[in-house]
């Protein structure tokens, strides 16, 4: 098929008629290249352009009627008893009311009340609309996933000359700050021109510390005040006690005076539960314990010597190295010692010999974290030498759980805040290990390899979610955990708490077992000139029975033969009679054994 289309209109009838012809290019505009505005050009790749795609709405107003409220009170008066009757006695009060009771208008009367009364009543019922309906309810169970750990951010000291990263503490308001100690705890081998800056961090920028704390020895320790974000407690290497106001800038705002303060260095600070939010504790490996009140800290308030025999001589006493307080005991503190011991302290007592309530010792070296579980606070968590070792206070003589020995040295250890089952340690090879006992008890859940030297010092975020660990090099790293280990999973409370019960139990029954023996080796101790004496009584006896034994068998086998001699003299020379007179000796001889016998087996008998 041929498609034809036909014009209609002329081509001079319409637009303006083109002539082309053949002809040289003329330039009509030249505009030279400008440096200047070169420099000025910004490139926009891509170019966004906002497009508006929803549909235009139209804004409405409407105003409802105002809902007006009075107040009005009933003023009621006993009162309205008829004259016969006297509102004092309660026989005739009693029979009048019966009497009204059946009346049908007092009926009809009350009815109509009710109905406005009630009216009035579901008036004043007020409707929660923030309730929540759905508290008891079990939490979501976790989809079972493999725990795992990433690395989100790294924080590296700005120093030339680096320094282990000794405490961590998180900002309490909503923990978008890390504060970071740096200090070098090798005795007199601190490098020259090494720096006493310590450093607060913000979690978006790791760059650069948002803040620079600058004390006069190097920071072992620093804590955030829960109270007041703004404020930070500092223990130094030389036994000061120092404290940052964070608006009034990078110097110390309030320190302690030399004379009153540690003679080793702090190797633990923890706020206090207080009033006003400025007390505190402090230890160190020079054996006091001091409590101080941030307002004056010329000299502390009080101080406890870690004297176990409670003599109060600073030369027995032993080395703090770490502290644990809990805000629902308020009475009590736990001091870990650099001696493997968990010595319990009564901040109430009376006498500084009274504060030393008990020990636990289970540690070969010191112990360089101390924490009491978040939701049981009976069970606490050490962390020394090889090993963490899980505690309860009605136990003292062992720890209920412990861990495997491990090839490296543990260095800290936390528990975790949202779930009662998890723990969290660090080595001296790098390695943070993730403890989950109600999945298994023999190994971690999770051995994640961090760096390659040494982590010094761990701290978990508020909702369980991030872990900074501290290196040997200064080095800060920030850790996401995974939602299976930071969510509390369904009935995780109650198993762990029969887990501590029943190991608790465990510990008891072995401890009463092993009392048991100590007291039979005492005793074994103590009566050992009586177990001599019996032995040779025993020994006296037994020469007693066989000297018996043999003079009895004497006597019989004399008798016997007194028998056969006269059996002899008696016998004829006739041959039968013989045969008889042998007969009848041999039944005597065989009667007189088994009289001997029988005899012999009674006089055994009591003897």
């Known amino acids: 098929m041929e498609i034809v289309y036909v014009y209609i209109k002329k081509r001079s009838e319409f637009g303006k008629q083109c002539n082309f012809s053949d002809r040289q290019a003329e330039l009509n505009i030249d505009i030279a290249p400008n440096p200047e505005l070169a420099e000025q050009f910004v490139e926009r790749n891509p170019v966004d352009t906002g497009i508006q ?54 009926i009809n009367a009350i009815t109509q009340l009710g109905s406005i009364m009630e009216h009035c ?41 680096k320094r282990p990263a000794t405490h961590l503490s998180w900002h309490p308001d909503g923990n978008r700050k890390l504060a970071v100690a740096y200090s070098c705890l090798d005795f007199q081998r601190a490098p020259e021109g090494m720096s006493h800056d310590s450093y607060i961090w913000d979690l978006e920028n790791p760059n650069r510390p948002e803040i620079v704390l600058k004390p006069s020895s190097p920071l072992v320790t620093l804590e955030y005040n829960p109270k007041d974000s703004h404020v930070l407690l500092g223990g130094c290497y030389n036994g000061q006690i120092a404290c940052w106001d964070t608006r009034k800038g ?16 702090v190797y633990g600070t923890i706020w206090l539960q207080s ?25 502390p308030t009080e101080v406890v010597i870690m004297d176990i025999t409670k003599k109060e001589q600073l030369e027995n006493a032993l080395g703090a190295i770490s502290l644990e307080f809990e805000s629902t005991l308020p009475t009590k ?20 010999a009274e504060k030393i309530v008990c020990t636990f010792a289970g540690h070969h070296g010191p112990i360089y974290a ?90 978990v975020q508020d909702n369980g979610g991030f872990i900074a660990c501290g290196s040997k090099l200064g080095t800060a790293t920030l ?22 019960e029943r190991e608790t139990r465990r510990e008891k029954i072995l401890e009463a077992r092993h009392r048991e023996m100590r007291l039979k080796e005492k005793g074994k101790a103590e009566g050992k000139d009586d177990d001599l004496r019996e032995e040779e009584t025993a020994v006296n ?44 000796e041999q039944d005597q001889e065989v009667e007189g054994e088994d009289e001997g016998e029988e005899e012999g087996d009674d006089e055994e008998t009591p003897a």
């Open 333 to 352: 503190f736990m001091v870990g010692t650099e001696q493997g011991i968990v010595i319990s302290c009564n901040r109430k007592a009376k006498t500084s």
């Open 121 to 161: 009543i579901k008036q004043n019922n007020a409707i929660d609309i923030y309730q929540e309906y759905f508290d008891d309810e079990d939490p979501v169970e976790v989809t079972e996933e493999a725990p795992s750990a990433k690395t989100i951010n790294v924080f590296r000291d700005p120093q030339e000359i």
């Open 275 to 299: 009033k006003t939010g400025t007390e505190c504790f402090s230890a160190s490996t020079d054996g006091q314990v001091m409590w101080w009140d941030i307002r004056k800290m010329s000299e």
């Open 250 to 265: 990078s110097l110390v705002a309030e320190l302690s005076t030399i004379e009153f303060s540690h003679r080793d260095p």
């Open 370 to 459: 101390l924490q009491r579980n978040p939701f049981y606070p009976k069970n606490f968590l050490t962390v020394g030498d090889w090993t963490a070792r899980i505690w309860s206070e009605d136990s003292r003589e062992s720890s209920i759980m412990w861990t495997k020995y491990h090839m490296a040295y543990l260095t800290d250890g936390a528990w975790s805040p949202v779930r009662p089952a998890v723990f969290f340690t660090t080595k001296m090879d790098g390695t943070l290990d993730i403890w989950d006992f109600v999945f298994k008890h023999c190994d971690p859940a999770l051995s994640l390899k961090v760096c390659d030297e040494a982590l010094f010092c761990l701290r």
């Open 479 to 500: 850790l996401e955990v995974s939602h299976g280990l930071c969510t509390l999973q369904r009935n995780e409370k109650n198993i762990a708490s029969s887990i501590f």
């Open 53 to 106: 795609c929803s549909t235009s709405m139209s804004e409405h107003e409407a105003n409802t009627e105002r809902f007006e409220m009075e107040t009005r009170g009933v003023n009621h008066i006993e009162g309205g008893w008829p004259k016969d009757v006297n509102p004092l006695e309660l026989e005739q009060t009693i029979r009048f009311r019966k009497k009204v009771e059946k009346d049908e208008s007092y």
């Open 541 to 584: 006896l037994e020469e007693l029975v066989a000297k018996a034994e043999e003079e009895f068998f004497n006597v019989i086998f004399a008798e016997l033969k007194k028998r056969e001699t006269e059996a002899l003299k008696k016998s004829k020379p006739k041959q039968p009679s013989l045969e008889i007179d042998q007969d009848q």
